[in-house]
């Protein structure tokens, strides 16, 4: 199960974090990322991690400014979102997958990921 807390309304150029935290059999976690959904559009990819190694891959629109990590022993990660831009609101999703460990070249992918929060809105104003 996971628990996705932050999110709200900012202005373009202010910063937002969101924290998703992973219960139940979190022994056997892979990954955690986050995917973002405007309405009427496909849920895209925003960041993720590998649970061991703790790299990161994060889809370009938001390389430069939003920041993943993890606290293993806490089962949280976070996307510090720094410099937000209109074009970043959406429903943040977060997303979990149990072992085994993640292929990298899919770590983008839905199908990569077993369980699903709940979306906490982002909205940035212009």
């Known amino acids: 199960q996971l628990q996705a807390s932050g999110g709200g309304l900012v202005q373009a150029g202010g910063s937002l974090r969101l924290s998703c935290t992973a219960s139940?059999?979190?022994?056997?976690?892979?990954?955690m990322g986050w995917f973002r959904q405007v309405p009427g559009k496909e849920r895209e990819f925003v960041a993720a991690?590998?649970?061991?190694?703790?790299?990161?891959h994060r889809a370009d629109s938001v390389k430069a400014r939003f920041i993943l990590s993890r606290d293993k022993a806490k089962r949280t990660v976070t996307l510090q979102m720094n410099s937000l831009k209109p074009e970043d609101t959406a429903v943040y999703y977060c997303?979990?997958?149990?072992?085994?460990?993640?292929?990298?070249?899919?770590?983008?992918?839905?199908?990569?990921?077993?369980?699903w929060g709940q979306g906490t809105q982002v909205t940035v104003s212009s």
């Open positions: 991690i590998d649970w061991s190694t703790s790299n990161v």
């Open positions: 139940g059999d979190t022994v056997s976690l892979a990954a």
């Open positions: 997303a979990a997958r149990r072992q085994p460990r993640i292929i990298w070249s899919y770590i983008s992918t839905q199908s990569s990921y077993h369980y």
